[in-house]
């Protein structure tokens, strides 16, 4: 049995995690990020298995802050108090899959605005401003840790074991969660090997877009809901499994938000719906293209409609070109607009109305 971890093999490992991240094309490499890793939690030559559980926690249980709090030392490798301009540079380069000989001259250029706007005439960036800021939370290392590919070849999982887990996570009763088994179920697709092994039942994209569209057309005979029901179905899909699909405790987190989640809960996963990319930012375009696949179910999204969209984006967004998390959820357009709406409106996810 294998007690410690060589730096070399730490390296060999972390770049390998990484490898799913991206198709093998684009050159990539996560060897010098993980050294840095491995320099951040251990300072000698080796790893041992607490200190590698030490290292798996962030990438699963680990809350927002830790998380941030993680990328922040990752930074601030010599624990000098604050993040200069080499050390800035140099994870961004790294947790980017990128070394100095491949730098282009628009990515230093994006990486020099990005520590600007946040050092200052400081220069530098302390801890407080770090963690405090949105990029702590969008920079490439904190998708890296919550990678829904990276964390199932980690073996980790969100998925809930039972229906008392789900009652936990829902609010729902053991009876409503019985009802939404049975809706599931009528729903969802399992073959016939499947009902002899014991495969749990799933409802693919397909099933789900065929769904969501027949009832539209019951209820509106113009319109094309079925962009909107595949971006509603990428936004539920927790992508833990090898094919999209969604499984039955998805369903009843869709149900949720529908039934008894909070406006607030409501108001991050119309943020999630825009931002699919987890870029930590909208762009006008993702901004627009929300806009036109909710209009699409009822009606038609017409080059008014485009223009009235396009400057409640720039209003959000201001000299920026893109909105951040926190100003999206602390807009008036979020709970004014007709997806927030139509959660607490929509018969088609209400089989507990």
Same mark, same amino acid.
């Given at each position: 049995?294998? /007690?410690?971890?060589? /730096? ?23 060897? /010098? ?7 951040? #939690? ?17 990438? $699963? ?23 200069? %301009? ?15 000989? /491949? ?75 019985? #009802? ?49 029901? $595949? ?37 991050? %996963? #119309? ?10 930012? #909208? ?71």
């Amino acid at each position: 049995m294998i /007690k410690e971890l060589t /730096k070399k093999q730490f390296i060999l490992f972390y770049d390998d995690l990484f490898s799913v991240t991206h198709s093998g094309k684009e050159g990539l490499s996560f060897r /010098k990020l993980g050294e840095r890793v491995f320099l951040t #939690i251990n300072k000698d030559s080796t790893i041992d298995f607490k200190e590698f559980q030490y290292l798996m926690f962030f990438h $699963s249980e680990a809350s927002e802050e830790v998380k941030k709090t993680f990328i922040y030392k990752l930074h601030d490798l010599d624990d000098g108090g604050d993040v200069d %301009w080499k050390e800035f540079r140099t994870v961004a380069r790294l947790m980017r899959g990128k070394d100095d000989k /491949k730098q282009s001259k628009e990515l230093e250029e994006q990486i020099k605005s990005e520590f600007k706007e946040k050092a200052g005439s400081d220069r530098k960036i302390s801890k407080a401003e770090f963690l405090a800021s949105s990029y702590s939370t969008s920079c490439e290392m904190y998708k890296l840790l919550i990678h829904a590919k990276v964390r199932r070849k980690m073996g980790f999982t969100t998925k809930p074991h039972g229906t008392d887990e789900i009652m936990q996570r829902t609010g729902f009763t053991k009876a409503q969660v019985q #009802i939404l088994q049975r809706k599931f179920n009528r729903i969802a697709f399992r073959s016939k090997l499947g009902r002899i092994t014991g495969e749990a039942p799933y409802i693919s994209r397909e099933r789900f877009i065929d769904y969501y569209v027949d009832f539209f057309h019951t209820h509106h005979k113009s319109g094309n809901p079925t962009p909107f029901a $595949s971006l509603v179905f990428d936004s539920i899909d927790d992508g833990e499994d090898e094919i999209a699909k969604i499984e039955f405790h998805e369903f009843a987190n869709l149900i949720r938000l529908h039934v008894n989640a909070s406006d607030e809960e409501r108001k991050l %996963w #119309i943020y999630n719906l825009h931002d699919l990319d987890e870029s930590g930012i #909208i762009e006008e375009k993702e901004f627009v293209d929300v806009a036109r696949c909710m209009k699409g179910t009822i009606g038609y999204f017409t080059e008014e409609d485009k223009k009235k969209t396009i400057d409640e984006f720039r209003k959000i967004a201001g000299e920026n070109n893109s909105i951040e998390k926190d100003e999206f959820l602390q807009s008036d357009y979020v709970t004014n607009c007709a997806i927030f709406k139509s959660l607490t409106s929509n018969p088609l996810f209400q089989p507990l109305a």
